[in-house]
């Protein structure tokens, strides 16, 4: 398996690949294909790895900037990160993971977000922080990893892009 940026070829095969990691997934409205075609659209997709296995893609992740209520900048929101599920179990997604936040580290982030299953984000760093809130998610459920030592805290917003019926 190798991880690499997306480029123009890839498009059609990360919109497939991140249909099939989230169909009947129970905590997904199966629109983060429309998510990560949005961000693109609007120019704020930062960070867009795919793994590839044989020459296939296999697997994606997406990292594009988020807002915090007190100013910081440099801060990131990871997501979608899709693998197909023939692929899922083998540490495809913990690689892109770990490239993308090396990624972030390199370009001097101040920091990332999740929101998702803590004990699956928890071995990459992210944790729960009470300072930090996203709204209509349940605390658990949200998580950060600063990535510099520069002090933020506040409601995070992400892009418009993540919610369904943004006309980008």
Same mark, same amino acid.
């Given at each position: 398996?190798i991880?690499? #940026?997306?480029?123009?070829? &890839?498009?059609?095969?990360i919109?497939?690949?991140?249909?099939?990691?989230f169909?009947?997934?129970?905590?997904? &409205?199966?629109?983060e294909?429309?998510?990560?075609?949005? #961000?693109?659209?609007?120019?704020? #997709?930062?960070?867009s790895l795919?793994a590839?296995v044989?020459?296939?893609?296999?697997?994606?992740?997406?990292?594009?900037?988020?807002?915090?209520?007190?100013?910081?900048?440099?801060?990131?929101?990871?997501?979608?990160?899709?693998?197909?599920?023939?692929f899922q179990?083998?540490?495809?997604?913990?690689?892109?993971?770990r490239?993308?936040?090396?990624?972030?580290?390199?370009?001097?982030?101040?920091?990332?977000?999740v929101?998702?299953?803590?004990?699956?984000?928890?071995?990459?760093g992210?944790?729960n922080?009470?300072?930090?809130? #996203?709204?209509?998610?349940?605390?658990?459920?949200f998580?950060?990893?600063?990535?510099?030592?520069?002090p933020?805290?506040g409601?995070?917003?992400?892009h418009?892009?993540?919610?369904a019926?943004?006309?980008?």
């Amino acid at each position: 398996m190798i991880t690499r #940026l997306e480029n123009p070829a &890839d498009v059609a095969a990360i919109h497939d690949v991140t249909i099939s990691a989230f169909k009947g997934h129970p905590h997904s &409205d199966q629109t983060e294909h429309l998510i990560v075609d949005r #961000l693109r659209q609007a120019g704020t #997709l930062s960070i867009s790895l795919i793994a590839e296995v044989d020459g296939d893609v296999v697997g994606h992740i997406a990292f594009s900037p988020v807002a915090l209520s007190d100013g910081s900048k440099d801060w990131f929101g990871l997501g979608p990160v899709s693998v197909l599920p023939a692929f899922q179990g083998q540490g495809i997604g913990g690689a892109l993971i770990r490239r993308g936040l090396d990624m972030l580290r390199h370009q001097a982030a101040a920091g990332c977000v999740v929101m998702g299953d803590p004990d699956f984000y928890q071995k990459f760093g992210f944790r729960n922080d009470p300072q930090f809130a #996203l709204k209509d998610c349940a605390p658990q459920y949200f998580l950060v990893q600063p990535l510099s030592s520069n002090p933020a805290s506040g409601i995070v917003t992400f892009h418009p892009a993540f919610y369904a019926g943004v006309d980008q």
